[in-house]
């Protein structure tokens, strides 16, 4: 089968450093996605990592290591607006489709 | 500015009813979704369908079908509506290959059955 897991809730303060984990199985791998949700709103894409490594768009990083079937999304400097819901999907290109999995997703609260 | 159109925003159906929910995109996507999303169960895949006419099934398409009648236009219908399809329902597009990471979402449509 194929499965992601992330943590269900994470809480972190104003200005500090949070990290979301994330470990998947899957039969086939082809990318980690990762996306952001505010209540009410849609999912909207994050980043990707293809390959092993640290991609970074502003405060915001995401690692892989495919070896470790683990990734994890780095959020930096921590503000009120990034309280939401961040979900890491991958990549299932089996069969020639193109559809992600998503994980359930961790919800992150941001304190003053 | 891409952009992913949901029907309703709301809706409220009785149980038995048939119900319609549309998707378009303007972004010319080969790819099209529809997830129902409940708490702590994250992104649930329906239906996709990677060409007009195509359609595959996901991973919960019981008491759903959908149509791609043109490239644009994704629809889901629920033939006769069960209360425990009560749920938000997300549609969603993306290219295909080394673009289908990135899936572009609409604003939702929260369905209740009563």
């Known amino acids: 089968g194929q499965s992601l897991e992330q943590p269900s809730e994470v809480t972190a303060v104003e200005g500090a450093i949070v990290q979301i984990n994330c470990t998947y199985q899957?039969?086939?791998?082809?990318?980690l996605s990762w996306y952001q949700q505010h209540d009410g709103g849609a999912p909207t894409f994050l980043s990707y990592n293809g390959l092993d490594g640290l991609e970074e768009t502003g405060r915001f990083s995401s690692f892989l290591s495919r070896s470790d079937s683990y990734g994890y999304l780095l959020l930096q400097e921590l503000q009120m607006k990034d309280s939401a819901s961040y979900f890491c999907a991958v990549r299932d290109g089996a069969g020639g489709y193109n559809k992600l999995i998503f994980g359930a997703g961790t919800r992150l609260a941001v304190h003053p | 500015d891409v952009k992913v159109t949901q029907s309703s925003r709301y809706l409220v159906k009785r149980t038995g009813e048939k119900v319609f929910l549309e998707c378009v995109q303007d972004m010319d996507h080969e790819n099209m979704f529809w997830y129902r999303q409940d708490p702590g169960l994250g992104l649930r895949l329906i239906y996709f369908s990677y060409d007009v006419k195509m359609k595959e099934k996901g991973d919960i398409p019981e008491g759903y079908s959908v149509s791609r009648e043109k490239k644009e236009r994704f629809s889901l219908i629920l033939e006769s509506a069960s209360t425990n399809q009560t749920s938000m329902y997300l549609c969603?597009?993306?290219?295909?290959?080394?673009?289908?990471?990135?899936?572009?979402f609409g604003p939702g449509t929260r369905l209740t059955v009563t």
């Open positions: 899957t039969s086939g791998f082809y990318g």
């Open positions: 969603a597009s993306s290219f295909t290959g080394t673009g289908a990471y990135e899936q572009y």
